[in-house]
């Protein structure tokens, strides 16, 4: 089982907000990175630290942090947003690699 | 660019022993602060994170698989592998190699394209 936390499931209506979260106690110590996958496809890191995006993802493609929960916030969701979404992080004792159940995204 | 490809068998006998190879391009595995790691996704699963090397040739590895994994690399050839013994049809997956970095966060930002793994008799 995972030790990160996310709802399976969310849609959003195209050029609309969507908020994806993960939960874990681990998110209290450890900064959480965001990655999206798409059929087919390997994951691409989209988010890392503390909102930082990788050279190419979009500025509507923001995070944010609170206690144990991180979010990922899409503004304006466009089609191609439409995916599975994974958080990841470290366990609650800083050593393994872990991440989330995954969300999947879709853009009505 | 560092670019990855992942190698190795796509059909795997049960009880025996799975090796993935990741090629690395454009990059060393012994260079900077990297590490560099095993990720695999069960068909129409979520990810999850097996193990990895760092750049010093340190491991570290998920424990419910510590008992059967090994990584190591080569770095004549800038490669480093996976070696997975007693495999079940549980392990069955898309294998990614990746590269991470770690600095209160782990960015994992370079992924091989992923090889599909199934064990079946």
């Known amino acids: 089982s995972s030790e990160l936390t996310q709802d399976p499931a969310v849609s959003v209506a195209l050029g609309q907000t969507v908020r994806i979260t993960c939960h874990g106690d681990?998110?209290?110590?450890?900064?959480p990175s965001w990655y999206q996958q798409k059929p087919g496809q390997a994951p691409r890191l989209v988010n890392y630290?503390?909102?930082n995006r990788p050279s190419g993802i979009p500025d509507r493609i923001s995070a944010s942090y609170s206690g144990n929960t991180a979010s990922l916030t899409i503004t304006g969701a466009q089609a191609e947003d439409e995916a599975d979404y994974y958080c990841?992080?470290?366990?609650?004792?800083?050593?393994?690699?872990?991440f989330g159940g995954g969300t999947k995204l879709t853009v009505l | 660019q560092v670019q990855l490809q992942e190698s190795g068998p796509g059909l795997v006998k049960p009880s025996e022993t799975l090796s993935l190879t990741c090629s690395v391009f454009?990059?060393?595995?012994?260079?900077?602060?990297?590490?560099w790691t095993w990720i695999r996704q069960p068909p129409q699963k979520g990810l999850e994170w097996i193990g990895y090397?760092?750049?010093?040739?340190?491991?570290n590895y998920l424990s419910s698989l510590k008992s059967r994994l090994t990584i190591s690399r080569d770095t004549s050839n800038n490669q480093f592998s996976l070696r997975l013994t007693s495999v079940t049809a549980a392990d069955t997956a898309v294998y990614y190699c990746?590269?991470?970095?770690?600095?209160?966060?782990?960015?994992?930002?370079?992924w091989g394209q992923g090889t599909l793994v199934t064990v079946s008799s």
């Open positions: 681990s998110l209290r110590r450890y900064y």
């Open positions: 090397i760092d750049y010093s040739g340190n491991t």
């Open positions: 990841n992080s470290r366990d609650s004792i800083g050593h393994h690699i872990v």
């Open positions: 990746a590269r991470g970095y770690y600095s209160g966060y782990d960015k994992i930002d370079v």
């Open positions: 454009g990059g060393s595995v012994t260079g900077g602060s990297f590490y």
């Open positions: 630290g503390r909102n």
